[in-house]
């Protein structure tokens, strides 16, 4: 979805994979720099000008498939071991409900440690977007629908989805020509397409 926005308004991108919470503030303190994919939450609304929702995103808690574990309620998840990724969307939202750092969240840098630690019972839940963490068992070489059971679905994230959005100090001039170029990739069918290739 970035490389067709960039097309369709001409820019040439620098692509960089970056640690999370690197990612993150490079963002916020650098001009013109894009992130993607990034949950829109009230907390996050202040340090970013969002250009607009690029994927969809369902968060979860998952465990593995066979432990039987549901949740109706978040706070029951307290007295389990969580796999969150630092100052992501999933892990800010966990804090900000009362869990802690190194108590019954344990935070990593990648989003893939988080899932090998889920295999291999280091954690009994991984909070994460169910694109990415398809995404993540698959890249395993796993099959999601037999290693990835739903224990508690988290509404007060990523509802409306994961958009792409710049720092503050962007130029409004550049964050309309980002939200105008992906305005027409989604009128012009090819945000339809590229969802039917890769969801």
Excluded: C
């Excluded at 990415?132 to 037999?146: I, N, V």
């Excluded at 059971?149 to 550049?174: Q, W």
């Amino acid at each position: 979805m970035v490389e067709a926005v960039l097309k369709e308004i001409k820019v040439q991108g620098n692509f960089q994979s970056l640690p999370w919470a690197r990612a993150y503030e490079t963002t916020q303190n650098t001009e013109s720099t894009l992130i993607y994919s990034i949950g829109r939450t009230k907390e996050r609304e202040k340090f970013f000008k969002w250009v607009g929702i690029i994927a969809p995103a369902d968060y979860y808690l998952f465990s593995l498939l066979g432990r039987n574990l549901k949740f109706d309620q978040l706070d029951e998840a307290k007295k389990y071991q969580i796999g969150t990724v630092n100052e992501d969307v999933g892990e800010q939202f966990l804090v900000s409900k009362g869990f802690v750092k190194g108590k019954n969240l344990q935070s990593s840098v990648k989003y893939g440690f988080n899932y090998e630690k889920l295999k291999l019972g280091r954690v009994d839940l991984w909070i994460m977007g169910e694109l990415t963490a398809y995404y993540l068992a698959r890249q395993a070489g796993d099959d999601p629908a037999k290693v990835l059971a739903k224990a508690h679905r988290i509404t007060e994230l990523g509802s409306d989805g994961y958009y792409m959005a710049f720092g503050i100090n962007t130029p409004d001039a550049l964050v309309e020509r980002f939200r105008n170029g992906l305005e027409t990739v989604k009128k012009n069918g090819t945000f339809d397409a590229l969802k039917g290739k890769w969801l």
